[in-house]
């Protein structure tokens, strides 16, 4: 028996989140295996956050997916996949930037797109990606949304090497300086759609690029300026 085993019951609902899974020596008899090998699954799936220990109540099944998994997943995704869940993640940390920036905010972002600066074939590309994500980090911070801003973080810290593959891509059009300077003035202005729509329009050349290079799902850039303005509505 292995962890994957009990993930597969409660990926399957046959254990739903919140009811109470058998219990050690019930599990250990329905997979044939000694009670410390369920002990070690269910310490690995509680540790992941799926399985919740109630001392002297249960164990509980506290979610169905695996945050390992997940994350997995994301890593392993491709370069068009990464840019289309980019493009959600930046419109909307725009749109709540622009509600609630403060002047804090607003001062914090000017001086990072200043030092960002554009990108020209003098630029030190990993130098200017850190400049670049201090920028795009500021507006994710501006947004107020400590859920945001974590899942932000990670995201820009899992897509680097696609980040890299952009800039170095003569092919592909990167966003450039003007770009991000139609996402502050939106922010600044606090126009929500505005600052949603510049984010969107910088990186939906690069998806149509991807489109006409891999030959797949055609138009989707337009399906996500559709959704991206009504998603949060």
């Given at each position: 028996m292995h962890y994957r085993s009990i993930r597969s019951l409660i990926d399957q609902r046959v254990w739903k989140v919140g009811e109470c899974i058998p219990k050690e020596a019930e599990l250990a008899e329905q997979?044939?295996?000694?009670?410390?090998?369920?002990?070690?699954?269910?310490?690995?799936?509680?540790?992941?956050?799926?399985?919740?220990?109630?001392?002297?109540?249960?164990t509980y099944v506290r979610r169905e997916l695996d945050p390992a998994q997940t994350v997995s997943k994301l890593n392993r995704a491709g370069l068009r996949d990464h840019i289309e869940l980019q493009c959600l993640l930046e419109s909307e940390a725009a749109r709540f930037a622009a509600r609630r920036r403060t002047p804090e905010d607003i001062a914090r972002l000017k001086?990072?797109?200043?030092?960002?600066?554009?990108?020209?074939?003098e630029s030190?590309?990993?130098?200017?990606?850190?400049?670049?994500?201090d920028f795009h980090v500021a507006i994710a911070t501006a947004s107020h949304n400590d859920a945001l801003q974590a899942l932000y973080a990670y995201f820009t810290a899992s897509i680097n090497s696609h980040t890299k593959s952009i800039f170095s891509d003569a092919d592909l059009p990167?966003?450039?300086?003007?770009?991000?300077h139609a996402i502050l003035d939106a922010i600044v202005a606090s126009d929500e759609e505005a600052a949603a729509s510049a984010a969107r329009n910088?990186?939906?050349?690069?998806?149509?690029?991807?489109?006409?290079?891999l030959g797949t799902r055609p138009g989707n850039a337009k399906w996500?300026?559709?959704?991206?303005?009504?998603f949060w509505k």
């Amino acid at each position: 028996m292995h962890y994957r085993s009990i993930r597969s019951l409660i990926d399957q609902r046959v254990w739903k989140v919140g009811e109470c899974i058998p219990k050690e020596a019930e599990l250990a008899e329905q997979f044939a295996v000694g009670r410390n090998t369920v002990r070690e699954a269910i310490r690995v799936l509680s540790h992941a956050g799926m399985l919740e220990v109630r001392q002297g109540d249960g164990t509980y099944v506290r979610r169905e997916l695996d945050p390992a998994q997940t994350v997995s997943k994301l890593n392993r995704a491709g370069l068009r996949d990464h840019i289309e869940l980019q493009c959600l993640l930046e419109s909307e940390a725009a749109r709540f930037a622009a509600r609630r920036r403060t002047p804090e905010d607003i001062a914090r972002l000017k001086g990072a797109l200043a030092v960002r600066g554009e990108y020209t074939s003098e630029s030190i590309l990993d130098e200017f990606l850190d400049r670049d994500r201090d920028f795009h980090v500021a507006i994710a911070t501006a947004s107020h949304n400590d859920a945001l801003q974590a899942l932000y973080a990670y995201f820009t810290a899992s897509i680097n090497s696609h980040t890299k593959s952009i800039f170095s891509d003569a092919d592909l059009p990167e966003p450039s300086l003007a770009d991000h300077h139609a996402i502050l003035d939106a922010i600044v202005a606090s126009d929500e759609e505005a600052a949603a729509s510049a984010a969107r329009n910088m990186l939906v050349p690069l998806i149509d690029k991807l489109d006409a290079l891999l030959g797949t799902r055609p138009g989707n850039a337009k399906w996500i300026n559709r959704i991206g303005a009504t998603f949060w509505k």
